[in-house]
């Protein structure tokens, strides 16, 4: 994740849906690492294989997540399958969710009157790039 965006200027939904978006990455990283389609049968990899769980452990602690941080929100990455890909972005204003397919509208349609926009996952890499990592406040 860029550190372009300076999370002082956002307000806390905004920063809410920036870490639940990262999560999210998180989660279709852990998919994508684990070879597994949904949340269940990665963890299920995980707990079998002790390399794949320190591979995935490695990876997460580059971007700078605990563990705990994904156990907090599995609502959000169990809702994540791989094939056919299916996401969770999260509204910039009530901060409500909402799983998706292929695209989702530009406006959040969750809570009546809400003007906030979503927030699609974080895109990460398999390999650590230099500029990837949480964006969080100081």
């Given at each position: 994740?860029?550190?372009?965006?300076?999370?002082?200027?956002?307000?806390?939904?905004?920063?809410?849906?920036?870490?639940?978006?990262?999560?999210?990455?998180?989660?279709?990283?852990?998919?994508?690492?684990?070879?597994?389609?949904?949340?269940?049968?990665?963890?299920?990899?995980?707990?079998?294989?002790?390399?794949?769980?320190?591979?995935?452990?490695?990876?997460?602690?580059?971007?700078?997540?605990?563990?705990?941080?994904?156990?907090?929100?599995?609502?959000?990455?169990?809702?994540?399958?791989?094939?056919?890909?299916?996401?969770?972005?999260?509204?910039?204003?009530?901060?409500?969710?909402?799983?998706?397919?292929?695209?989702?509208?530009?406006k959040c349609h969750m809570?009546?009157?809400?003007?906030?926009?979503?927030?699609?996952?974080?895109?990460?890499?398999?390999?650590?790039?230099?500029?990837?990592?949480?964006?969080?406040?100081?």
């Amino acid at each position: 994740m860029s550190k372009a965006i300076n999370p002082d200027d956002l307000t806390d939904e905004e920063f809410t849906a920036l870490e639940l978006s990262e999560i999210a990455g998180a989660g279709h990283l852990i998919l994508t690492l684990t070879k597994a389609n949904d949340w269940p049968s990665a963890v299920a990899k995980i707990r079998a294989d002790e390399k794949l769980a320190d591979k995935v452990m490695d990876r997460l602690d580059d971007l700078e997540f605990a563990v705990e941080d994904i156990d907090d929100n599995t609502d959000i990455v169990s809702a994540q399958r791989k094939s056919p890909k299916v996401s969770v972005a999260v509204c910039t204003k009530c901060n409500a969710t909402a799983a998706y397919a292929k695209t989702i509208p530009a406006k959040c349609h969750m809570t009546n009157g809400c003007t906030g926009t979503w927030q699609k996952p974080a895109s990460y890499t398999i390999a650590p790039k230099e500029d990837e990592g949480r964006i969080s406040r100081s």
